[in-house]
């Protein structure tokens, strides 16, 4: 039988990769806390519950279904996807959450300064100044660049590692180690993390550092095709490089001001590692190299 005191948190984007990868940590670590799966499938929500997982239906865009959604909820996982969409569906979400009680929020947000200027990272410091301005406690997480992203909007042209932004390095990060920081900070509780924004980056690369990690992982030789930001311009209006299809178009072109602002030197300050997965996990955070081995077969499928 459940055990009520045990606090249920509400994760949001459960189908998708970070989402996923939370529920699982969460349920490595069973009765600490109930996690309950969204989705705005009413067929994926279904068929959860007849797993004998908990689960309900949420659609962002509609918020007449967040107050069944939140019922019984004491702490959600706030996430949204690649669209411009998440600045009226946070906002929502959050009232919402400070009407149904519940006591923590822990949202997704990017690895920004507080003063960024390109959309996407402009929309994330908004919500996350809403979230501060509700009632209930928060916690942020700001990743730097998914290593997943080598595996969609990074993945390997023609056999080479496309870089549009010079030499310039960022930061990398695996989704597991996103994954494992969240669900700490969810099953720790507001306690401990509330008004904390805690910033992963593992891997300091640049795309000919990236592609070198790879050749010596896959044991296979991959170039690294080293552009600037008027170069994807191009590619793009050629129509040789296409958004991912989860991606508006407004998120799409701010993806490419982040470039150029990380190209240009105005991003020099996200230029680091941070050890927050030491600091919460007590454990080095996954490197490129390990990663890449643990999607070796994804990534020689991308060469073939
Ligand atoms: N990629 C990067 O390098 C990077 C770096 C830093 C931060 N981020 C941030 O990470 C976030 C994306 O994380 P991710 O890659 O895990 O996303 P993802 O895999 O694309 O998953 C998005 C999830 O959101 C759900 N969703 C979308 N619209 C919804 C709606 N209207 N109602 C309910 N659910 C909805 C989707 O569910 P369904 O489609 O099943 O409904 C899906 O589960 C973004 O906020 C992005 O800014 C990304």
Known sequence: MQNTDTPRVLVLGATGRTGAAVVKELEATPGQVVPVRASRSETTVEQWIKEGKEAVRIDLDDPDTFPDALEGIDRVF???GYTSAMNHQTK??????????VSFLVHL???GDKRSTDPHFAWHELVERYIAGSKVAWANVHPHVFMENLLGINRLRDGRMVWPMGDKQVGWIAGDDIAAVVARILADGPDIH??????LSADLLNGAEVAEVL???????????VLGPDDLQRMIDAGLDVAPANMDAAYAASTLIWARQTYEGRMDYSAVTTSTVQDLLGREPVHLGSWAAAHRQELLGQLS
Not at 92 to 101: I, K, N, Q, S, W
Not at 215 to 225: K, M
């Open 109 to 111: 947000g990017v690895f």
């Open 78 to 80: 706030l996430m949204t």
């Open 92 to 101: 929502t979400l959050v009232d919402a959450a400070e009407d149904a009680g």
């Open 215 to 225: 050749s010596a992982t896959l044991g296979q030789d991959i170039p690294a095709l």
């Open 194 to 199: 509330t008004g904390k924004d805690y910033y």
